[in-house]
């Protein structure tokens, strides 16, 4: 079976500071892994995923992430936060073993930028 | 690119109704829907997965007769919440997955209330 951990159900970060929202995972074989954001009342949008290639994957608004496979994480990352980056943000996972699996989605880190 | 609608966006209705929810994919074509719930404060949780052609695949749980599922289009999959009850209000999400990308964008979401 598979699973996302996200250790945090809230991060508070200073408008201006480098924020990281910690996401590690379990899964039989090479992980497909995703970061998604969603703001209230909203449904998910896609920020950026980690397939194979390069550990560092690059995202939408200057998000990043890392693919660390000896500790099994994917932690998300912003060199400088913006109050605009204030919303609820999954980590999610699905096995690459072929078929058409759905996501096992993280239970959510609330991500708080202060002014 | 990579648009997912949904419709409605928000519905009301009583206890004993059904309620069909459509997912869209307008600018890719998805051999594979998902659809997922979220409950407030919650993680999003797998329904089934709608394949195109094909019988839905349902999660361990998730009643098949009571969440019915046809994926009539490469663009098009509809959820129909039967005999619709008070505890089955929540928020509906569905998921299109872009083969080329191997990615899945999300709709908006359908808030259900059942009164």
């Known amino acids: 079976a598979q699973s996302v951990a996200q250790p945090e159900d809230q991060v508070n970060v200073a408008e201006g500071n480098p924020l990281t929202v910690k996401c590690t995972y379990s899964v039989s074989g090479n992980p497909y892994l995703f970061w998604y954001v969603q703001y209230p009342n909203r449904g998910l949008q896609f920020l950026l995923k980690y397939i194979t290639g390069d550990n560092l994957v690059k995202g939408s608004y200057g998000f990043e992430a890392e693919f660390n496979k000896s500790q099994t994480s994917f932690h998300l990352k912003k060199p400088s936060a913006l109050v605009s980056d204030s919303a609820l943000y999954f980590c999610a996972v699905r096995f690459s073993g072929g078929g058409a699996d759905g996501l096992t989605f993280g239970k959510g880190t609330h991500l708080i930028i202060q002014p | 690119g990579a648009v997912v609608s949904q419709h409605p966006s928000w519905v009301i209705c009583k206890s004993g109704t059904s309620v069909k929810i459509e997912c869209r994919s307008l600018d890719f074509q998805a051999t594979t829907m998902f659809w997922y719930r979220q409950f407030p404060k919650q993680s999003l949780m797998l329904m089934a997965t709608s394949n195109e052609g094909s019988k ?58 059942v009164l």
């Open chain 2, 56 to 113: 839905a695949t349902y999660e361990q749980g998730v009643e098949k007769d009571k969440f019915l599922i046809n994926h009539a289009s490469l663009t098009l999959s509809t959820l129909t919440v039967t005999s619709a009850h008070p505890e089955d209000s929540s928020f509906y999400i569905c998921s299109a997955r872009d083969g080329k990308k191997e990615t899945q964008y999300f709709g908006p979401g359908t808030r259900l209330l």
